[in-house]
């Protein structure tokens, strides 16, 4: 991915993230809002559902998506308030829980796909699995502060929270561990972002070799 690739996309995200607060803090409960919010990560879950031919997700996107038709009935700011409270921590409870689950021994799934770039000295398992750890306690305080905030009562300031907080705080553990480990490390393999970009797209049978 070129510089200019990577300035676009940061660009894209801050762009959806400034649209994401306006209507959030404006009207809340206006089904263009809902469909802005929620359109992306609902429509993201049914594509990878129906690719894996995985019928747990499918069944949970058309609960979110029952919820949502009842709570855009009512026209409630509250009603559609909690649908977007939890549809951001659910996806963070998911997203912790999947991470630290997949934490054993040396094994961890940032060392599964780090494994798709490059073979993995045992100090790079040892690190996969702190970094894996390391997300999964971010994802789970990212939820648990959506909820704090959101029980404040301030909708404003949870939509600042969900909507620039999280990528923010994404990208600045991304880029600290990026640092970090070649700052510990510097015997690591340098890994770009391409080839991040690749782990996550490879699938597991492609084992460690490099394209």
């Not at 940061?10 to 809340?28: P, W």
């Not at 594509?47 to 855009?72: K, N, Q």
């Amino acid at each position: 991915m070129s510089n200019w690739s990577l300035g676009l996309a940061v660009l894209g995200v801050l762009a959806y993230a400034a649209v994401s607060h306006g209507l959030m803090t404006r009207d809340a409960a206006s089904p263009w809002t809902a469909g802005v919010l929620l359109g992306p990560p609902v429509l993201a879950l049914a594509l990878f559902a129906w690719r894996a031919r995985r019928w747990l997700p499918l069944a949970l996107v058309a609960v979110a998506l029952a919820a949502l038709g009842m709570a855009l009935a009512r026209g409630s700011v509250a009603s559609m308030s909690l649908v977007y409270l939890l549809q951001h921590a659910g996806i963070h409870v998911a997203l912790g829980v999947a991470f630290a689950a997949s934490v054993h021994g040396t094994d961890s799934l940032i060392g599964r796909l780090a494994a798709r770039v490059h073979p993995l000295t045992p100090a790079m398992q040892v690190w996969t699995r702190r970094v894996t750890q390391a997300w999964a306690l971010y994802f789970l305080a990212m939820a648990a502060a959506s909820v704090a905030v959101w029980l404040t009562g301030s909708l404003a300031r949870w939509s600042w929270l969900a909507s620039f907080g999280t990528p923010l705080g994404a990208a600045a553990l991304f880029v600290g561990e990026h640092r970090l480990r070649y700052r510990i490390h510097p015997e690591f393999e340098r890994a770009t972002l391409r080839d991040v970009v690749r782990a996550w797209r490879r699938p597991a049978a492609c084992g460690t070799a490099r394209s």
